[in-house]
């Protein structure tokens, strides 16, 4: 049984389903009973269009639940509309079903939860920390989102700017390593961009594309977590910077600036550098500033803090940590690197085991254990 087909097949069937009448739960049960007939039948009797099967078999499963409904006379109205065996639409309908689920009866919060789970084949627990909410918060809120679309009809897509952050968090959850969504989110932005001219979804696959030029370099042969700082810049796909960097110039051209824009400007900044110790951190604070401006996310001035510890020194980089909520995600990271920078060895080593501990995954928290270790090393031998 070809599991990754399956998958790779699940987002495009249900949204033709959903385009053909069909309320997003009972679509998603439909889907379900065919892709359990799928793992009885395919190890043995392989479809020549696996697509098309699948429409066939859950369109027919949706249709037998509806004939049961209290509103049976208007759903067996969709019989005459029943696909026919074999080859399915050749059209792509996952990125159609983002904005779907981009409905209009949800809040943006509760349709970014809903489509990264539905679609983007997200765990709970990872939306929740893209979210920086407890599981079980959002465990209730995606529930919530289900109870909310379930029964209402598709007839009013969602907004550009939600489906841009549904992008977003799948391609960090991708970027991140824990599920592989990078590729996925590059290629639905880039169709997204072909149909809409809008600069803020240039912008987002700018970044996209600056980000994963890094992609091969972040790692090393071990596994072990790269810093940005440390990494072969000559393993950057130089290339796809390329394309970043045109993309964003021609999206800052429109004078138009969000957030992505932003945030590709300080990619394509770092992406430019020859060297970490050329890095433009001055014009990266500036930037900075416009995030925060735009957006007023303190993780925005997290990073900020970094970027004024580079530019003005880490005793300035710590006034402005300072400010910041200390139980932010990285706080601890942080503060460990800008007092390792300002020659304090002992709190950074501290600061760094207790990063460690706070750490989301298993390589950021090798990488903090082990740079604690570095430094009370130093110290003993220093």
């Known amino acids: 049984m070809n599991e990754a087909l399956l998958r790779s097949l699940t987002p495009s069937v249900l949204g033709i389903l959903v385009r053909r009448g069909a309320d997003f739960a009972a679509a998603e049960d439909a889907l379900q009973e065919a892709l359990v007939e799928a793992v009885r039948v395919w190890p043995t009797d392989m479809p020549r269009e696996p697509k098309g099967w699948l429409v066939t078999v859950a369109w027919r499963r949706f249709l037998d639940a509806a004939r049961s409904d209290t509103a049976r006379r208007r759903r067996e109205e969709l019989v005459e509309e029943e696909p026919a065996p074999g080859p399915a639409p050749g059209v792509d309908d996952t990125l159609q079903l983002y904005f779907l689920c981009a409905h209009p009866a949800l809040t943006p919060s509760s349709a970014v939860a809903l489509t990264l789970r539905a679609v983007g084949g997200l765990t709970t627990r990872q939306i929740a920390r893209a979210y920086l909410v407890p599981e079980a918060t959002m465990a209730q809120r995606i529930s919530r989102a289900k109870r909310t679309v379930s029964g209402v009809q598709f007839d009013q897509p969602g907004d550009v700017a939600t489906v841009l952050r549904v992008l977003y968090l799948v391609f960090n959850e991708g970027y991140s390593g824990d599920v592989d969504l990078a590729a996925e989110a590059i290629r639905l932005t880039r169709q997204l961009a072909a149909a809409i001219d809008?600069?803020?979804?240039?912008?987002?696959?700018?970044?996209?594309?600056?980000?994963?030029?890094?992609?091969?370099?972040?790692?090393?042969?071990?596994?072990?977590?790269?810093?940005?700082?440390?990494?072969?810049?000559?393993?950057?796909?130089?290339?796809?910077?390329?394309?970043?960097?045109?993309?964003?110039?021609?999206?800052?051209?429109?004078?138009?600036?969000?957030?992505?824009?932003?945030?590709?400007?300080?990619?394509?900044?770092?992406?430019?550098a020859p060297t970490a110790g050329e890095?433009?951190?001055?014009?990266?604070?500036?930037?900075?500033?416009?995030?925060?401006?735009?957006?007023?996310?303190?993780?925005?001035?997290?990073?900020?803090?970094?970027?004024?510890?580079?530019?003005?020194?880490?005793?300035?980089?710590?006034?402005?940590?300072?400010?910041?909520?200390?139980?932010?995600?990285?706080?601890?990271a942080v503060a460990a690197y800008l007092h390792e920078r300002d020659g304090d060895l002992e709190t950074a080593a501290r600061l760094y085991a207790e990063a460690a501990r706070k750490a989301s995954n298993l390589a950021e928290r090798d990488h903090l254990t082990r740079r604690a270790a570095r430094l009370t090393q130093l110290r003993r031998t220093g």
């Open 279 to 332: 890095t433009d951190w001055v014009q990266i604070v500036e930037w900075y500033d416009e995030l925060v401006r735009l957006t007023d996310s303190p993780v925005v001035r997290l990073n900020r803090a970094v970027a004024v510890g580079e530019a003005d020194g880490p005793r300035a980089g710590l006034a402005a940590l300072a400010a910041l909520d200390d139980a932010l995600p990285r706080h601890t």
């Open 198 to 272: 809008h600069p803020e979804v240039a912008g987002l696959l700018a970044l996209m594309l600056l980000h994963h030029a890094r992609c091969s370099a972040r790692t090393g042969p071990d596994g072990s977590l790269v810093p940005l700082a440390e990494q072969d810049r000559g393993r950057w796909d130089t290339a796809m910077i390329a394309e970043g960097v045109a993309i964003l110039r021609a999206a800052l051209a429109r004078d138009r600036l969000g957030e992505f824009q932003a945030q590709a400007a300080i990619a394509a900044l770092h992406a430019d």
